[in-house]
């Protein structure tokens, strides 16, 4: 939820001109965020149950929509 917030935020800011790195940077962040949590053992359970749902996020809803905004054919 937070990463949706961070995407149309962003974008609003941009005038929607953030291109797919708008799209997709509070994801990757996210992600990032919480590879580093793993490191730590006292935040470590979290940081996976928050990368389990960034894979399940990727899968299901950023995937089909890149692909959707993008087209088939690439990203020209």
Do not use: E, Q
């Amino acid at each position: 939820m937070f990463g949706i917030v961070l995407m149309f935020s962003s974008l609003g800011a941009l005038g929607g001109v953030g291109g797919m790195f708008g799209l997709l940077w509070p994801f990757l962040l996210i992600a990032v965020a919480s590879i580093a949590m793993m490191f730590f053992a006292k935040t470590r359970s979290y940081a996976t149950g928050i990368l389990i749902i960034a894979a399940a996020m990727w899968l299901v809803i950023i995937g089909p929509c890149i692909v959707i905004l993008g087209g088939l054919s690439g990203f020209n």
